[in-house]
């Protein structure tokens, strides 16, 4: 079965970096776009940032360009997202999930992971 | 960017009676060369992640149940729960993926009066 297993979240300080981790199994990794998306407390969804299934694009908010990087490595289904400069306003639930539509970058988004929790504080 | 608006923010409705929850986008996401709308549902509840729902406006994502249905097309789009259960107590959001960034609504509250 699909699984998507997020790690490596914690409290960081503004300005600090911290990234973290996605590791999928259940499906054919490499054929699938995959995002980052986030939840503020109490708050709605927004997505962050995407890689392509090949990892030769990447996509970003607005929120986040110059800050986030996403990356991922296909031979050990993983994914990344290194976060820098970190903000109070980062402070979110940061889930993974898979592109339902496989390729597009653009797409409803079937599988997600349980999250990992960033907290920016000094 | 393509804003999404929810309405109601919150409804609360009666167990087996109806729930329609209404999506309205500032653009269309309407496709006309796949006559495809890029639009979808999302239901999560307390704790846990988002689940897709609904695709293309109005196709159910594999097992869920036949009570949820989607329709729509342009910028108006409706999730309708035909017959509200006590499990479907969660909040709703719409999203469109027509074009990028990807951008949800800010979710709807469903609870049983």
């Known amino acids: 079965q699909v699984q998507l297993v997020e790690s490596g979240g914690g409290v960081v300080q503004p300005g600090r970096s911290l990234r973290i981790s996605c590791a999928a199994s259940?499906?054919?990794?490499?054929?699938?776009?995959m995002c980052w998306l986030r939840q503020a407390p109490g708050k709605g969804l927004e997505w962050v940032a995407t890689?392509?299934?090949?990892?030769?694009?990447?996509y970003y908010a607005d929120t986040v360009k110059g800050r986030f990087t996403v990356s991922r490595d296909n031979s050990k289904n993983t994914m990344n997202l290194q976060m820098n400069s970190l903000r109070a306003e980062d402070t979110a639930v940061y889930y993974c999930?898979?592109?339902?539509?496989?390729?597009?970058?653009?797409?409803?988004?079937?599988?997600w992971g349980q999250g990992t929790l960033v907290i920016v504080s000094s | 960017d393509i804003v999404m608006t929810q309405s109601p923010d919150s409804l609360a409705v009666s167990l087996g009676e109806r729930a329609t929850i209404n999506c309205k986008s500032s653009?269309?996401?309407?496709?006309?060369?796949?006559?495809?709308?890029?639009l979808a549902w999302y239901q999560q509840k307390p704790g846990q992640p988002p689940m897709l729902l609904i695709y293309?406006?109005?196709t159910r994502e594999s097992g869920v149940p036949d009570r949820f249905s989607g329709s729509g097309s342009g910028t108006d789009f409706t999730l309708t729960i035909s017959s509200l259960q006590a499990e479907d107590v969660a909040l709703y959001y719409c999203?469109?993926?027509?074009?990028?960034?990807?951008?949800f609504g800010q979710g709807t509250k469903v609870e049983i009066k």
């Open positions: 999930a898979r592109a339902h539509l496989g390729t597009l970058v653009l797409s409803p988004l079937d599988y």
């Open positions: 259940g499906f054919t990794y490499s054929d699938y776009s």
């Open positions: 890689v392509s299934y090949g990892g030769s694009d990447t």
């Open positions: 653009q269309s996401v309407f496709y006309s060369s796949n006559n495809k709308n890029y």
């Open positions: 293309w406006a109005s």
């Open positions: 999203q469109q993926y027509y074009s990028g960034p990807q951008t």
